[in-house]
């Protein structure tokens, strides 16, 4: 069976869609990701898009809730390298992607991640220890 790699970034995980996902491979990424957010205890998920040219309403959904079940497992979501022809298809098809975050690029989504989950308590005591 077809899989989409899921890498480990940190406390991220990154998802790479290098081809046009069908209902399978799209149920079977939802599944394998919240397995991952689960296992690593990952605070945000990014998937690029960039390489997807066509959406489907089914797929539209698979993000939205990966974004919702991330969430839940406190993980912010956002998606990368959305091609205009997809986005005005999301649009016309009537799926806002609510919980979807969105960004240019990979950088600019890491970025995003980062100011979504704000410091981290390691990062508070780095801040306190840099006043003293």
């Given at each position: 069976?077809?899989?989409?790699?899921?890498l480990?970034?940190?406390?991220?995980?990154?998802?790479?869609?290098?081809?046009?996902?069908?209902?399978?491979?799209?149920l079977?990424l939802?599944?394998d990701?919240?397995?991952?957010?689960?296992?690593?205890?990952?605070?945000?998920v990014?998937?690029?898009?960039?390489?997807?040219?066509?959406?489907?309403?089914?797929?539209?959904?698979?993000?939205?809730?990966i974004?919702?079940?991330?969430?839940?497992?406190?993980?912010?979501?956002?998606?990368?390298?959305?091609?205009?022809?997809?986005?005005?298809?999301?649009?016309?098809?009537?799926?806002?992607?609510?919980?979807?975050?969105?960004?240019l690029d990979?950088?600019?989504g890491?970025?995003?991640?980062?100011?979504?989950?704000?410091p981290?308590?390691?990062?508070?005591?780095?801040?306190?220890?840099?006043?003293?």
């Amino acid at each position: 069976m077809d899989r989409i790699p899921i890498l480990k970034m940190g406390e991220f995980l990154l998802v790479t869609i290098q081809v046009d996902l069908y209902d399978r491979l799209a149920l079977t990424l939802e599944s394998d990701l919240m397995n991952m957010v689960s296992r690593t205890e990952a605070r945000g998920v990014l998937i690029d898009i960039s390489a997807v040219s066509i959406v489907d309403s089914f797929m539209g959904r698979i993000l939205g809730n990966i974004a919702s079940m991330s969430k839940i497992m406190d993980a912010e979501t956002v998606v990368v390298g959305m091609q205009p022809a997809v986005a005005i298809t999301l649009v016309e098809l009537g799926l806002t992607l609510s919980g979807v975050h969105t960004a240019l690029d990979v950088e600019m989504g890491m970025e995003l991640l980062r100011e979504k989950i704000g410091p981290q308590p390691n990062d508070e005591e780095d801040l306190y220890d840099d006043i003293i």
